[in-house]
T-cell receptor, first 109, second 116 residues
Framework: GQQVMQIPQYQHVQEGEDFTTYCNSSTTLSNIQWYKQRPGGHPVFLIQLVKSGEVKKQKRLTFQFGEAKKNSSLHITATQTTDVGTYFCAVNRDDKIIFGKGTRLHILP | DGGITQSPKYLFRKEGQNVTLSCEQNLNHDAMYWYRQDPGQGLRLIYYSQIVNDFQKGDIAEGYSVSREKKESFPLTVTSAQKNPTAFYLC???????????????FGPGTRLLVL
């Protein structure tokens, strides 16, 4: 079945540095969603990408969908302590939704 | 105030007992989902329901059961057959469930189950 790999698993950055997480699929995706889960909290929807090569921005967050629709990335510019948490991608597979294992972001003061 | 509620927040269970986790939504969503999250891991789908009185198994349904008698409610029972039930359980809902493109999922606050 379709697998979705998310890397890295963990990332420690100094406050103010940039951060990127990647989601890769072995098959072409119809769309992809990104969620954020704060420590001790529940996942919250961030964005959905549908079109090949699509780029969307939310303040310091930039989301990209690859031209081949097999990969996606989330980039945070100048991280802040409020960015701490785990970022998940989610894709469709066989009428089900599967989540990547997530990238846990730690911010060092 | 619209949203998804899960209760209780923490639940302790003795080994060998069944336990039911509650999930209620007042968003008028057709689709509801149950996920399990283990420490440092992603979300794994247990069961989902596209409409009242219908539900399908997810990737890890063994040892769990669900019902969908009302649109707003989707309780999950963790049975004694589930060998490693200690986990964080998340319920979610979406407007509907489409095969080709997923709708936004709205998650409840979760229930942490600990088996003693």
């Amino acid at each position: 079945g379709q697998q979705v790999m998310q890397i890295p698993q963990y990332q420690h950055v100094q406050e103010g540095e940039d951060f990127t997480t990647y989601c890769n699929s072995s098959t072409t995706l119809s769309n992809i969603q990104w969620y954020k889960q704060r420590p001790g909290g529940h996942p919250v929807f961030l964005i959905q990408l549908v079109k090949s090569g699509e780029v969307k921005k939310q303040k310091r967050l930039t989301f990209q969908f690859g031209e081949a629709k097999k990969n996606s990335s989330l980039h945070i510019t100048a991280t802040q302590t409020t960015d701490v948490g785990t970022y998940f991608c989610a894709v469709n597979r066989d009428d089900k939704i599967i989540f990547g294992k997530g990238t846990r972001l730690h911010i060092l003061p | 105030d619209g949203g998804i509620t899960q209760s209780p927040k923490y639940l302790f269970r003795k080994e060998g007992q069944n336990v039911t986790l509650s999930c209620e939504q007042n968003l008028n969503h057709d689709a509801m989902y149950w996920y399990r999250q283990d420490p440092g891991q992603g979300l794994r789908l247990i069961y989902y329901s596209q409409i009242v009185n219908d539900f399908q198994k997810g990737d890890i349904a063994e040892g769990y059961s669900v019902s969908r008698e009302k649109k707003e409610s989707f309780p999950l029972t963790v049975t004694s057959a589930q060998k490693n039930p200690t986990a964080f359980y998340l319920c979610a809902s979406s407007i509907l469930h489409r095969q080709s493109i997923q709708e936004t999922q709205y998650f409840g606050p979760g229930t942490r189950l600990l088996v003693l």
